[in-house]
């Protein structure tokens, strides 16, 4: 193998998914502990309630006095390379979020064992479904009180329609828990508390039948859980990695990342397991990363990291070739003039340091002036695209009002500025004399971020109205809007175009998306835009 071959084998990318208050922030910091990133992890909680536009990592940057970038950790573990990007959650929940999974080669996904499936998890886990990348699955907070893990493992299949195969299986919970089984080791791992984990948790193992174990439970529940774990390999599903590779089966893991327990465990298994780089579909067919051009798309802009710069900084996922620094690629907004990737970073250590090279999986952010958009292809092979970047459907509705007629440029400036850095979904009500916008989002602090940009950035005198609407659906491109009419549309449902000029119908709620559906079964009505 050579060494571009071994630097692509060796890469781990991946996002951690899960409802807010999972332990999404305390399994990355264990995470980072194992990697060796962090010496000592303490307990990163900074009050919820003062969180505000900040990601996790953020939080974890000011607390414990080291530089995380918001977006990125790239850290080394037993000889493999892993990047760690951030989903942002909580209040900063945006299309930043569905977008980082599209960079993705596997996700980590996060459940509180105490409560199962919650709805954010549920979302987050559309998407990765929708490309097929493997999922793992940690079952925390196993030191509290927790569902039968057996309803646990029916949930993911009932909720999700994903199969299920336990790695390992815990012993007890709450008070009770003893610790995790590995199933494919044959080892019980015992669990101590760790005292809220401030370092790597010793790991003392056992055979399952250890008598030790019959001493502390009463004799016929360890009998009991020794049954179940038999059960488990007659009935359970099989083992099946290439299953587990197209995202059909998760790998279940228990454990509390509190208490650092089970971490270990997940991390040896996830490096195993987890899928390096693989080839990338674009306009020209599946690129493989072991392709020798350079190729990559942006995935995320972050915009005025600095507020007294008109700077941002574009995220590139590598797809194929290598990256160097100050290579140049063709415009991806057209023009004869290349662009030299210069300043690119790599965004974990003290400082941000310069980059000389990067490999496929890994992620540079590149100092762009606005240069890039959200899902710009970067690459030195002549018309090649990828399409990686849907439009994700917007759950919250907005009208945003221009308030000064005399400023009605900078609003329309502003608004093209922010819709080309994809902060924003904008749609045009049909027939409608007002000179509104109607703004689309999957979460509600993207208008608030829009209308103080407009009015910090552009000067512009912006409102923000409610509206009755709660779903979009996508008509096809060439749909006659004019045949819907009266009873066959339902109330409150309206007409709208996007901004490629695409029809979309918005509804008050699920309900009436369901009666259009049932009175215009001939109408295809698309979660997504058809167009990409
Ligand atoms: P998030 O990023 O997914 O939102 O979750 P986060 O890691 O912030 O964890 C949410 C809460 O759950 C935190 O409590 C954290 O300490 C706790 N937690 C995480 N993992 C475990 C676990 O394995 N067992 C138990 N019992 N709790 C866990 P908090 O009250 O917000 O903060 P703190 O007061 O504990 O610091």
Redesign the pocket.
């Known amino acids: 193998m050579s060494d571009f071959q071994h630097e692509i084998q060796r890469r781990r990318t991946f996002a951690?998914i899960?409802?807010?208050?999972?332990?999404?922030?305390?399994?990355?910091?264990k995470l980072l502990l194992y990697g060796g990133a962090l010496q000592q992890a303490g307990?990163?909680?900074a009050k919820?309630n003062q969180r505000s536009t900040t990601s996790?990592w953020m939080d974890l940057e000011r607390e414990r006095g080291i530089s995380v970038s918001s977006t990125v950790l790239q850290f080394e573990y037993e000889g493999f390379c892993i990047n760690l990007l951030d989903t942002p959650?909580?209040r900063d929940f945006s299309e930043d979020t569905y977008r980082v999974l599209t960079a993705v080669d596997s996700v980590i996904m996060?459940i509180?064992a105490g409560k199962g499936i919650e709805e954010r998890t549920r979302k987050l886990f559309e998407i990765c479904r929708m490309r097929g990348i493997p999922i793992f699955t940690f079952m925390?907070?196993?030191?509290?009180p927790a569902l039968n893990p057996l309803e646990l493992l029916d949930e993911l299949e009932r909720v999700l329609g994903i199969g299920a195969f336990p790695v390992t299986w815990p012993l007890g919970d709450g008070p009770d828990f003893k610790g995790v089984y590995d199933r494919l080791e044959k080892t019980l791992h015992l669990y101590a508390n760790q005292g809220?984990g401030a370092s790597r948790a010793a790991d003392h193992v056992t055979g399952a039948d250890d008598p030790r174990i019959s001493a502390q439970l009463h004799p016929s529940i360890h009998q009991e859980w020794l049954e179940q774990i038999e059960l488990l390999s007659l009935a359970g599903e099989a083992f099946d990695d290439e299953k587990v590779r197209v995202g059909e089966l998760t790998p279940v893991f228990f454990?509390?990342?509190?208490?650092n327990?089970g971490v270990q465990l997940l991390l040896n298994y996830f490096v195993r397991h987890g899928m390096p780089p693989m080839p990338r579909k674009s306009s020209q067919g599946l690129i493989e990363p072991t392709r020798p051009d350079f190729s990559g798309f942006v995935f995320k802009i972050q915009a005025n990291m600095d507020p007294n710069h008109r700077d941002s900084l574009s995220f590139i996922r590598i797809c194929s070739g290598v990256f160097s620094k100050d290579m140049t690629v063709p415009n991806p907004r057209g023009g004869n003039k290349p662009i030299r990737l210069s300043y690119p970073q790599r965004l974990f250590g003290q400082e941000r340091e310069s980059v000389e090279t990067a490999y496929p999986g890994d992620i540079v952010g590149l100092v762009s002036h606005g240069a890039f958009r959200i899902g710009d292809t970067l690459t030195q092979i002549p018309d090649l695209h990828y399409h990686e970047i849907p439009r994700f459907p917007p759950e919250v509705f907005s009208y945003l009002h221009n308030n000064t007629p005399s400023k009605f440029k900078q609003f329309r400036d502003g608004l093209e500025q922010l819709l080309n850095e994809g902060v924003i979904q904008v749609f045009y009500l049909h027939n409608s004399q007002q000179k509104t916008a109607l703004l689309g989002a999957v979460g509600q602090l993207q208008f608030e971020v829009v209308k103080h940009r407009l009015e910090t950035e552009y000067a512009a005198d912006v409102r923000l109205e409610v509206t009755p609407f709660t779903e979009v659906r996508w008509l096809e491109p060439d749909t006659d809007v004019e045949q819907f009419k009266g009873a066959y549309m339902g109330s409150n449902v309206r007409i709208a175009f996007d901004t490629d000029h695409v029809p979309v119908l918005l509804f008050p709620d699920q309900w009436s998306v369901d009666y259009f559906a049932e009175k215009n079964p001939n109408v295809p009505l698309s979660k997504f835009s058809t167009l990409q």
């Open positions: 951690i899960s409802h807010p208050d999972a332990g999404k922030t305390t399994l990355t910091e307990s990163v909680r919820k996790d959650g909580h996060v509180d925390n907070k196993m030191d509290r809220k454990g509390s990342a509190i208490n327990f």
